[in-house]
DNA sequence: CAATCAGTTCGAAAAAAATCGAACATTGAA
DNA sequence: TTCAATGTTCGATTTTTTTCGAACTGATTG
C-alpha cells in the first residue's frame, strides 16, 4: 500500500484531478505550508476516517504527497523536491492561493429575507 | 451563456478541478500554446459535439478560457492575461508539461503476448 | 423564406467519485 | 494477552460527472 509513483511518473492532469478537490487541496496546502503532520490534525470539516482515508490516499497516488509510518501514526508530508522539480511552481501556486476552502461548490449564498 | 467569471472570482481549486481531465488539458493546452482557435480545431479524440460543448462549458466557468462569438463560429482562447496575474506560473506549468494526453486514465498497458 | 451550418441545451443513461459504517489490520499500552 | 488507538479496506449507497443523441437557437446562404 505504499503505493506512490516516482518522480518522473507523476502526471500534471493527475495532480491537478487530486487537488481539484476542495478537501484536498486544503491537506494539500496545510502539508506545504507547515511541513509533516499527523493526518488526524488536518483542519478538514467533520467527514468519517474512511473518507479523509480516501482522500489522502488520492493525494499520495497522485504524487502529491508522502507518507511516513511511525508505529501507529501516519505522518504526511508535501512532496516538495519532486514536485518542484518536475513542476516549478506548483507549490508557490498552492502556498499563494488563500482561498482554501474557496470552491464553487463551497459557496453558499445566505439570504437573510429567505425566511420558509 | 456568456457566464465567464471575471478574474478575481477564480478560484485554483476549481481551475485544478477543470484542468484534471485530460480533454480540458488538452484543449487548455493547445489554445495556451497557440492562441486563439475555433473548438473545431481542437485535437481531441472522437467525442460528440455536445460532450466537447460540456467540456468547453467547464473551462469557460471555470475561467480557464474565454469565448468570442463571430457569427455562427466560437472561437476561444485561453485567458492569458487574468490566469497570470491571479495564477502567476499557472500557465507555463500546462505548457512545460508535454504530457498532454497522458493521464493515469489513459494509459493503457499493451500486452503483446496476449492474443485472446 | 427555407435550408444549412455551428454550436448549445435537454434528458437520459452509464461511469466514476464521494461518503459512510463496519470489519479488519497493526502498533503500543495495561 | 487483552485492550485501546490509529488508521486502512470493504461493501453499499448517494452524488456527481461524463457521455450521447435529439431537439433547439442563431447566423449565414441559396
Redesign the interface.
Known sequence: MPNIPNSSEI????????????IR?KIAYCLASTGEKNCSTFEVGHISKSTLSHHIKVLREAGVIQPRIAGKQHFYSFRKEDLSIR????M???L??A??G???SSIQVINISDHN
Open positions: 502526471s500534471l492532469t493527475t495532480v491537478f484531478n487530486a487537488l481539484g478537490d476542495p487541496m513542476f516549478p511552481g506548483l508557490d501556486l498552492i499563494n492561493s482561498e482554501v474557496i470552491h464553487k
